[in-house]
């Protein structure tokens, strides 16, 4: 009976812990599911948090640094990264990334392009998760120095419908894969980005049309105060290169019968040395602008296999544009080209639309200077005939009745040598004479294209050389240009002078540049003596042997020195029969 009445006491107790170990377990299950709930709730909270601080973002760069930086907040990402697709709608023109330090993005080299499993979002937009991206078909593996990745989440980031960029995130610091969970928060967030997105475009579209149009009046009332060329255009380039951040800025003006372009004016990077540079018209994307009449664009200049003219210009530059400077339907007079960094953001066709209204108020500046030109030609053209018609009804006489008088006189003095002296001062007053006639022909000449004198076209090189230098050279002229210098040796002087100035405004960073060009009767000598740094060591001296040549194959000379006072001293000289 004792045996009987403990066995039914132990299982009474045991049939009481089994409903005890049930409400455990219960309890337990009870416990894990408000854990997940309370970690959704959490998730939830974070997500509205962060979709809160983005879509309060107005300025585009700190909206996708905030988007991505949120991304791997959210799922607990190691790194992260936002690929922003290009113009060409195949490659990546912007990606920032998270999880890597300077010294390690240094190490790797030039951001991914878009190729290889990061492609494969662009060319299928769909949510992509991986447990491991190097067994992915697309993957095709890392750069030098990139640290070693495994579980992937990959989503498309939609603005409009149009698929804008792409968030890449990799490996979660628990170690685990990514969950679908995961995939369904960065999904909410991409939408999220999108429309933040979208704001933060249309409010730096509004800020930058009311940059393009403010710029736009100050231009206009530049041209209506009398602006000269250079300034509105200066003021054009200036302006364009602030909106739309690039790093430099040229306008390039066409060289007739060379198959070339000058660098007129150069704002930002090395300026120094891309000013009075000559360009080749092929091969550059300048040179495109400028054959086409309509805009050029690239979103790699330093690596643009259709444009592989000067590539040390562009060193350290990705995305550009060539904007024609030309009246619609005329000629082009110019090129604008802007260009911005390596990995910087391309240009976009709301970028460029106004930079096509920028190039009409340029042409309109264009065509305003040519008339004012005009105008001034025409005024001092009047002015010319006066002089000439003073010169020859006053000063010609009077000197030849002086002359005649002095004449007359040696005849009365008995003393030989005042009479020799005498007669020598009427031959000066008949060399005087002769040097006033050539100089009233030569203001009376009007200078048709193809038959104007030395002097004229002397002036002319020296006025298209202001741009180039910053101020205007000093000119002297003496002597019978027009008249003892043949037309042939005419060509020579031009061109040597036009090299001459080239190199001071390329090289002598000079503040004063003075030119003396004179007909001494035998010879025509050339000088060119600027304030600059002086004749460089090591530096091309192609153009100055070409200077060499010419003097040598007119059996004159050239000389090349350095005064005491600083500079450089340009001499050329050549007989005028050869």
């Not at 974070?46 to 909206?63: I, N």
């Not at 000058?262 to 930002?268: D, F, K, N, S, W």
């Not at 018209?281 to 050029?296: D, I, N, V």
């Not at 210098?485 to 960073?509: I, K, M, P, Q």
């Amino acid at each position: 009976m004792a045996g009987d009445e403990e066995d039914r006491v132990g299982g009474d107790e045991v049939r009481s812990r089994i409903p005890q170990l049930r409400l455990d377990e219960l309890l337990e299950e009870l416990q894990a599911r408000i854990d997940v709930a309370r970690g959704t709730r959490d998730r939830v909270h974070s997500l509205l948090e962060v979709v809160l601080s983005v879509g309060r973002e107005l300025d585009l760069t700190q909206v996708l640094r905030r988007i991505v930086e949120a991304a791997a907040v959210l799922v607990d990402a190691r790194y992260a990264a936002l690929g922003v697709i290009g113009p060409d709608g195949e490659t990546l023109s912007q990606f920032l990334t998270v999880g890597l330090s300077e010294e390690e993005i240094e190490r790797i080299g030039p951001y991914p392009t878009g190729r290889g499993l990061l492609g494969e979002l662009i060319r299928r937009p769909e949510p992509l998760r991986l447990a491991d991206l190097s067994e992915h078909p697309s993957s095709y593996g890392c750069p030098a120095h990139h640290p070693v990745m495994r579980a992937f989440l990959g989503v498309p980031v939609r603005v409009r419908e149009e698929v804008f960029g792409n968030l890449y995130l990799t490996d979660k610091r628990s170690g685990e894969e990514f969950d679908t969970d995961d995939e369904s928060v960065i999904s909410t967030l991409a939408v999220a980005a999108g429309v933040a997105i979208d704001n933060a475009r249309l409010y730096e579209e509004a800020q930058r049309q009311q940059r393009w149009l403010g710029t736009s009046a100050e231009i206009t009332r530049g041209l209506l105060s009398g602006g000269s060329r250079s300034e509105v255009v200066e003021l054009i380039a200036r302006r364009a290169r602030e909106i739309t951040g690039a790093e430099l800025s040229d306008v390039s003006v066409p060289v007739p019968g060379t198959g070339t372009m000058r660098v007129e004016l150069a704002l930002g990077g090395d300026a120094a040395r891309r000013l009075g540079l000559d360009v080749p018209l092929e091969g550059t994307l300048a040179g495109e602008a400028c054959a086409q009449g309509t805009p050029a664009a690239t979103v790699d200049l330093a690596g643009d296999p259709r444009f592989p003219a000067g590539p040390w210009r562009y060193d350290g530059l990705g995305p550009a544009v060539a904007v024609p400077l030309g009246r619609a339907g005329g000629p082009v007079d110019g090129v604008l080209l802007l260009a911005r960094r390596t990995a910087e953001s391309a240009f976009t066709d709301r970028e460029i639309g106004p930079l096509l209204g920028f190039a009409d108020q340029a042409a309109l500046a264009l065509e305003l200077a040519e008339r004012r030109r005009d105008a001034e030609q025409l005024v001092m053209l009047e002015d010319r005939d006066r002089i000439a018609r003073d010169l020859h009804d006053l000063a010609i006489q009077r000197l030849f009745a002086t002359g005649m008088t002095l004449q007359s006189a040696a005849r009365l003095i008995d003393h030989t040598g005042a009479s020799d002296r005498v007669l020598r001062a009427v031959g000066d007053l008949d060399e005087t004479i002769k040097i006033i006639r050539s100089t009233i022909f030569g203001l009376r000449a009007r200078e048709v294209e193809g038959t104007q004198g030395l002097r004229s076209r002397v002036v002319r090189v020296a006025e298209e050389a202001q741009a180039a230098l910053g101020f205007p050279p000093r000119l002297s002229m003496e002597g019978l240009l027009d008249t003892d210098v043949s037309a042939e040796l005419a060509d020579h002087v031009v061109a040597v002078l036009g090299e001459a100035l080239s190199n001071a405004a390329r090289h002598a960073r000079a503040g004063r540049v003075e030119v003396v060009l004179q007909a001494t009767g035998s010879r025509v000598v050339l000088t060119v003596q600027d304030d600059g740094v002086g004749i460089a060591e090591q530096g091309r001296r192609s153009g100055l042997r070409n200077l060499a040549e010419r003097a040598e194959s007119l059996g004159g000379v050239f000389e090349l020195t350095s005064p005491e006072a600083g500079g450089t001293r340009l001499a050329w000289s050549v007989p005028l029969v050869h």
